[in-house]
């Protein structure tokens, strides 16, 4: 009997061997993506294993494991039968889609086993710029039900809330049109532009390719040069190349933010005494394209010695900002004016024409330093940060339309907000809003979050949804919280 056991045991062996080099071997054939290393790598070599995911299906456990040190993961099944299957699936678009019927790795628990595993697979394809996340998937042998993890990806350039929540957000990023699926045109100005800040903040120049890539792919879109018949369109995308001229010194993107600037200044007019329209079809002069093209003024002043026509152009904006009252009696930013009175109209007060103002004294600030702007600005900021208009009752930021539906423009609106703080906060010695930040970001990591580094519109929780301006809006967060 001890022979016979041990000559089946050393068949098994072999089986179970083989079963692991065929599994290894097809998958490997399926998708061959190597970074540090290829797909299909022996789990046995891995020098740590993270289980970030696991789901249950008939008393079977599905787990995704993760190498954090190679950037690769592999999918286990246990507390199966002989016949139960389990794969990889891998996805460069946050989860949104993959590669169908590919089943990376995908293998069976042999005779004699209760429990298998697939090989390991990279997360991302470093070589083509793919950001992506994995999940593991499996099925009882004898029943058609599938079930899967949540996708989640290693720590590789995501290492902190902060690269995490990049990394995230350029899972949104396509790389064949330039801009952020899952949102719109003016919502993907500030997507790269919380990812050129990420940048700057953490050092991590891993996405850096996407400012070119989005310059070059979208400059002659519209009229060309990110313009368009919304004025403040042009003024988000005007304050992206002011950014990325900030991050490399390419003049071309200072260019494209000055001829921003300059095609702004054409729907400057008289009416109501100066400001800028909202759009081409001059029906309303409001507080956003204002607040952006003192701010994009103010920085292109900055930046271009010897100027003073932007800078008075700045000047002249503030001027008129503050004459028809647009900042209320509460030092709060309402929506718009009433071109019957030329005064503020008394609308909605949003998070994100706070933030725009905030940096917009903060920009003219250093442009002039003048110190009553700050005083403004400071104003405003403590005003935001503590009225139960923008504020759960224990000091979560929230939008208005956050109890019902925030559309495509809401979800970008708190990045832009707490950006301007950031920029704010930058600036005054104390730093006073360093605490409401890090509050907002504490929470939002907590209570808004998925195991992808995903957010969602409610920074006080429960997740909602996701998408590429909700992220945005909490990367802006998570680079300006200390």
Known sequence: MKASRSVLAVVLALLITLSFAVAEGTSAAAASICNKYCDGRDPALSPGDRVPVSTVLFSRSITLHLDDADAMGWGSITNGSPGDEVWLDRSFDGGRSWASGSKLGDTVIPAGSAGWRTGMYNVDDWNNNGVGALRACGKAGDRPDIACTAWARSTWNAGDRRTAAATAEMEFYDYGTGLFDTTGWWNSANALHAVIDNIQVTGM?????????????????????????????????????????????????????????????????????????????????????????????????????????????????????????????????NDGTSLSTCRNDGSTVWSYNQGALLGGLTELYRATNNAALLTTARQIADASTTSALLNTSDGILRDPCESGDCGADGPSFKGADVRGLGKLNTVLADHPYSAY???????????????????????????????????????????AAP
């Open 437 to 479: 930040l890090d509050r907002q970001a504490a929470r939002a990591y907590a209570a808004d979050r998925n195991a992808l580094d995903q957010y969602g519109l409610h920074w006080s929780g429960p997740l909602d949804a996701t998408d590429a301006a909700r992220q945005q809006s909490a990367l802006d967060l998570m680079n």
């Open 205 to 333: 120049g891993s996405y850096s390719y996407a400012i070119a890539r989005t310059y070059d792919l979208n400059v002659n879109a519209g009229a060309g040069q990110f313009r368009n018949n919304y004025v403040d369109d042009t003024g988000w995308w005007g304050l992206t190349w002011v950014a990325a001229y900030d991050r490399t010194g390419d003049s071309r993107y200072l260019n494209t933010a000055r001829a921003d600037a300059d095609y702004m200044a054409t729907l400057w007019d008289g009416t109501c005494g100066g400001g800028v329209w909202w759009s081409t079809a001059k029906t309303t002069k409001n507080a956003i394209p204002n607040s952006l093209y003192i701010e994009l003024n103010a920085a292109l002043h900055n930046r271009i010695p010897g100027d003073t026509a932007y800078l008075q152009r700045a000047q002249a904006d503030w001027s008129w900002f503050q004459a028809v009252g647009l900042v209320n009696s509460s030092h709060l930013v």
